[in-house]
């Protein structure tokens, strides 16, 4: 079975100030990772994925996030924060070993808030 | 172009009516999913289909729940007999390919229908 978990219900930091939102997983062979943001009223947005290859990828709005394996994690970074950025942002996992779930397990979510 | 569009936005119903939540994809994507969104929670997910059919309806918690794509575009999700325990966004998402031929498959969701049982 796939899980994920976001230990943070929330995220404060200040403008400027780099950001980290946690994930952690849990799957029986190598996963596929994602990162989504959701703005209040609106669909959640991709923002980046982990496959396979290099261990930190490159994403959309100068978000970056590195998989590390040892620590079944793929927590979410940016080296400086906008005020922009808060939002909701949800970790999601699947399990690429035949047999397993084709549709990805989704986190609870962090909310992500950046302060003047 | 367009995004995934759902309507409603909200809908406000009593307990035990029906209620249709309609999702129109973004055109040319073959896969659509529907999820739940309860507050403070993430995705759940619900019934994902490849074209017309439904791939994997593992998520639908009872047979309350059904939806349907008959042309392999627009969907609709149908709950008979609501529950003020269906009350959540429901949302649904669209993708290019299946998720099983492409590995990092990315959906792309709506905005969601704000379902409230009274």
């Known amino acids: 079975a796939q899980s994920v978990a976001q230990p943070e219900d929330q995220v404060n930091v200040a403008e400027g100030n780099p950001l980290t939102v946690k994930c952690t997983y849990s799957v029986s062979g190598n996963p596929y990772l994602f990162w989504y943001v959701q703005y209040p009223n609106r669909g959640l947005q991709f923002l980046l994925k982990?496959?396979?290859?290099?261990?930190l990828v490159k994403g959309s709005y100068g978000f970056e996030a590195e998989f590390n394996k040892s620590q079944t994690s793929f927590h979410l970074k940016k080296p400086s924060a906008l005020v922009s950025d808060s939002a909701l942002y949800f970790c999601a996992v699947r399990d690429p070993l035949e047999g397993g779930s084709y549709i990805p397990t989704f986190g609870r979510g962090t909310s992500l808030i950046v302060h003047p | 172009g367009a995004g995934v569009s759902q309507t409603p936005s909200n809908k406000v119903t009593e307990k035990g009516k029906y209620v249709e939540l309609r999702c129109d994809p973004i055109s040319g994507h073959t896969a659509l999913y529907w999820y739940r969104q309860s507050l403070g929670q993430g995705p759940e997910f619900l019934i994902y289909f490849q074209g017309t059919g439904a791939a994997d309806d593992s998520g639908l918690p009872n047979d309350r729940f059904f939806a349907v794509r008959p042309e392999g575009s627009v969907s609709t999700l149908k709950i008979q007999r609501t529950e003020r325990g269906d009350s959540a966004v429901y949302l649904c998402?669209?993708?290019?390919?299946?998720?099983?031929?492409?590995?990092?498959?990315?959906?792309?969701f709506g905005a969601g229908t704000r379902l409230s049982v009274l």
């Open positions: 998402a669209s993708s290019l390919t299946y998720p099983d031929r492409e590995r990092g498959n990315i959906q792309y």
């Open positions: 982990y496959i396979t290859g290099d261990n």
